[in-house]
């Protein structure tokens, strides 16, 4: 996948990773938080004071579990128009949290290649998310 940015501009490569990073540690752990929340069919749930319209009905909460669920199907859906270097290194490093250093062993490149590949496949997520997810993702520089 070539990256193809708008209006040829360049992307800032770092600030775009350090986007996508933040974006799995804040909205994509949120969702998997919320995916993971068991079915509940018949109680009331709310830490609400009673009388209160926050309070949450099962209802609301199984459809937020079921909203949540298809968003992490759609970033997979992402990850998997991505190339297989591409898709491993967002997979293992924002996903599985393994660590800079054994994504790099595990794709058997030099740290200087591997740096390489993170920044392309930061990028390559960035420019997907942002063109079908409305996200802000990717960084251009001035």
């Known amino acids: ?70 968003v992490l199907e759609f970033v997979d859906a992402i990850l998997d128009t991505l190339d297989d270097r591409h898709k491993t290194i967002i997979r293992a490093l924002y996903i599985q949290g393994s660590q800079n250093w054994q994504v790099a062993e595990r794709l058997q490149y030099s740290r200087s290649r591997y740096g390489v590949l993170k920044k392309e496949a930061c990028a390559l997520f960035a420019q997907t998310m942002d063109m079908t997810a409305g996200t802000a993702l990717t960084v251009y520089k001035d």
């Open 1 to 70: 996948m070539k990256l193809d940015p708008p209006d040829t501009k360049e992307v800032d490569y770092s600030q775009t990773r350090k986007n996508v990073a933040n974006w799995f540690d804040t909205e994509y752990s949120k969702y998997q938080r919320l995916a993971n929340i068991p079915v509940i069919s018949s109680v009331r749930l709310s830490l609400a004071p009673k009388g209160t319209a926050s309070a949450n009905s099962v209802e609301d909460m199984n459809v937020n579990r079921a909203n949540a669920k298809q």
